[in-house]
C-alpha cells in the first residue's frame, strides 16, 4: 500500500508545495489502514492461524480504520501549508467522470471482500478468483497486456516475487519453531524476571 501510493501521491503533494517530510509522513500513514482492513493478508493469515472468523476480523478492523482515517485526514490538512499551486475548482463532472473511467479497478477490492463474507470461496479461492478478475480487466477490458506475450511474463515475474515472500516466510517459521522446540522465550523471560526488578 505504501509503495503503490508513494509511486502515486507523492509527486502530487510535493507539487503541490508540501514540504517533503509532511508528504512522506502522509503517505506513510495512510497505507496503515491496508494491514487491517479486508482483504489484507496479515488479517486473513492471522484469522486461519488464530482460528478466528474471517468475518469477525473484518468487523474488528473497521473502527481502528476508521479512526485512522480521520487522523490522518486531519494532519494531512494541517501538515498541506500554504500551496502556491493555483487550485482547480471541484467539479462534479469530472468527479463522476473519473469514477465510470475506474469502475473496474474501484469493485475490485469487493471481488474477495464478497466471496469471503459470503463464505462462497476460501482465502485461497477468493485470491484465485481475485488475480482472475484482475487478469481479465487488464487483457479484455483494458486491453493493456497481450494474453500471448505479455501474461506469461507477468507471471513469471509474480512467481519470482511469491517465491522470494515464500522464502522469507519458510525462514521465519523455521526460526519460530526453533525458538518455539529450544524454549528461548521462556528462557528469557526467566533471565529478565531474574535479573530486573
Not at 517533503?20 to 493478508?41: E, N
Not at 473497521?62 to 490522518?72: G, H
Not at 467539479?91 to 473511467?101: D, I, K
Request: glycine share 8%; charged share 10%; proline share 6%.
Amino acid at each position: 500500500s505504501i509503495l503503490t501510493l508513494g509511486g502515486l501521491v507523492m509527486p502530487l503533494l510535493l507539487a503541490q508545495g508540501m514540504a517533503r517530510r509532511h508528504a512522506l509522513g502522509l503517505v506513510t500513514s495512510a497505507g496503515l489502514p491496508g494491514v487491517i482492513l479486508m482483504p489484507a493478508l496479515p488479517l486473513l493469515l492471522y484469522a486461519i492461524v488464530a482460528g478466528l472468523s474471517i468475518e469477525d476480523m473484518f468487523r474488528a478492523g473497521l473502527l481502528p480504520a476508521l479512526l485512522m482515517l480521520v487522523l490522518v485526514s486531519i494532519w494531512g490538512v494541517r501538515a498541506q501549508g500554504k500551496s502556491t499551486v493555483p487550485r482547480a475548482a471541484f467539479s462534479w463532472a469530472r468527479a463522476r467522470a473519473a469514477l465510470a473511467a475506474a469502475k473496474w479497478e474501484l469493485t475490485m477490492p469487493f471481488v474477495p471482500i464478497v466471496l469471503l463474507a459470503t463464505s462462497v470461496a476460501t482465502p485461497v479461492e477468493a485470491a484465485a478468483f481475485t488475480a482472475a478478475y484482475a487478469a481479465f480487466v487488464v487483457t479484455v477490458i483494458h486491453r493493456d497486456l497481450r494474453i500471448a506475450t505479455d501474461l506469461p511474463r507477468v507471471a513469471t515475474e509474480c512467481a519470482l516475487m511469491i517465491g522470494g515472500i515464500l522464502l522469507v516466510l519458510g525462514v521465519a517459521m523455521g526460526l519460530t519453531n526453533y525458538l518455539v522446540d529450544a524454549e528461548i522465550p521462556v528462557h528469557v523471560v526467566d533471565w529478565v524476571m531474574a535479573h530486573i526488578g
